[in-house]
Structures are given as C-alpha cells and as structure tokens.
C-alpha cells in the first residue's frame, strides 16, 4: 500500500522505486572516496559534522521531492553524505587504538554493518506502524539532527592539526592506485562487497526499497563521552 501510494504520489513505476535503492547505494559507496581524502586533511570533526548536517537536510527533501527525478538525485545525494559516517567511524578507531583494542572496535563496526540491514525491515515496519513513506524520511532527517547533536557535543578532535595530510589531489589519486594494485587489499574489499550485497539481496522488496533507506547513521560509544559514528 505505501509502494502504491508513493507510486501515485510521484507518478512513477515500480522500477524507478527500485532506481532510487540503487542512487542512494552509489552514493554511499562513492562518498567514501571524498570523505576519507577530505577527514585526512580537514580533520575528523569537521567533515562529519557538514555531513551530518547535509543528511538532515537532504532527508527532509526526499519526504517533499516533486517527482521521482528529483527524489533520485536526492537520493543519491542522501548516500553520498552518509558515507562520511561509515568511513570516519573507522578513522576515529584507528586514530584512537592500536593493537588489540583497535581491532576489537573494528570488529564492532562490523558486525554492526552487516547486521543493520538484517534489521532494517523490523525497523521500517515499525516506523510505517504510524507513519506514512514521507513520515520515514522525515525521521530519518531528525534522526540525522540529533546525531549531528551528539557529534557536537560527544565527539572530539581525534587527528590534531601536526597530524593532518596536506591537500594533493595527485597523491590522492596514487595512494587509490596503489591499493588498486595490492592484491591482498582487493582480496579483502571483494570479500567484503560479496558479504555486504549477499546479507542485502534476500529482503529486497519494492516495499523494502522505499521505505528503508540504507543510509541510516548509527552512533556507538567509544570512550567516555566519545562517540563513533557509522552509517
């Protein structure tokens, strides 16, 4: 019934429903190569809080875009600010631990990822419990809000100034591809992606598609009145 009603509303099809799924997954994937570049050299505090900031806006957008274009851009827009989220959480980790306890904490992040869109659909059917597919993204926007809260006043600076990287694009662009060509990196990333997309496919529905977007930011504690961030 909300599929049909968001169908109506934008006069659309079901397979652009679907298209949106896949703007907002795109952008979660290629923010992550500008989110981690721009916390390397602005800081960790900085970009996710602009991101944060951009997740509420765009959130709210999507519950009032005029027509299904429009909603795909925004869409993607939504994963691609978000990604800041899941690529800095690991930054703080790495930033803050070594040894065992960094690898306890990544291990967290983890399985947190693999398990959020295990539970997403329980999630989205408790929310469409009460709400309409507009009331989703409203909450998602004011989820975004109050994130953005804890990161302001939870999270500190975990990479000061002396440690930053200057800003070169051309070393960006060979840092990428040098782990292009590291074997034992691609290993683990396409194990990974294989991971990500199998523990996704088996709850996809058109339903699923709209009403959980795969861009919900997620706060772990980290130390006292520390925070990480994922999404």
């Known amino acids: 019934m909300q599929s049909f009603t968001f169908r109506i509303k934008l006069n659309t ?10 703007a907002s997954l795109l952008g ?25 900031l951009f997740y509420f806006v765009i959130s709210i957008a999507c519950a009032f875009s005029p027509n299904i274009s429009m909603f795909i851009v925004l869409r993607f827009i939504q994963g691609f600010v978000a990604s800041a989220g899941l690529v800095i959480s690991r930054a703080i980790v ?10 306890k904490f990544m291990a967290l992040l983890t399985m947190i990822s693999n398990v959020a869109p295990l539970i997403s659909p329980t999630a989205g059917s408790a929310v469409t419990t009460f709400t309409s597919w507009i009331g989703v993204f409203i ?18 600076e975990s990479l000061h100034a002396e440690q930053r990287v200057p800003s ?25 992606g294989i991971l990500f997309i199998s523990s996704m496919l088996p709850s996809r529905s058109v339903l699923f598609e709209l009403l959980v977007p795969q861009t919900l930011p997620i706060a772990l504690p ?10």
Request: glycine content about 10%; aromatic content about 10%.
């Open 13 to 22: 099809t079901a397979s652009l429903i679907q298209a949106s799924l896949t």
């Open 222 to 231: 980290c130390e006292s009145r520390q925070w990480v961030m994922l999404t």
């Open 28 to 52: 979660l994937s290629l923010g992550q190569l500008v989110a981690g570049p721009l916390s390397d050299v602005h800081g960790r505090r900085k970009p996710l809080l602009i991101s944060m």
């Open 168 to 192: 070169n694009f051309r070393e960006v662009l060979r840092n990428y591809g040098s782990l292009l060509r590291d074997r034992s990196f691609m290993g683990y990333a396409l194990v990974n």
């Open 139 to 156: 909450f998602l926007g004011f989820l975004g809000l109050i994130l953005t809260g804890i990161t302001t006043w939870g999270i500190k």
């Open 94 to 103: 790495r930033d803050r631990y070594s040894g065992v306890e960094m690898v």
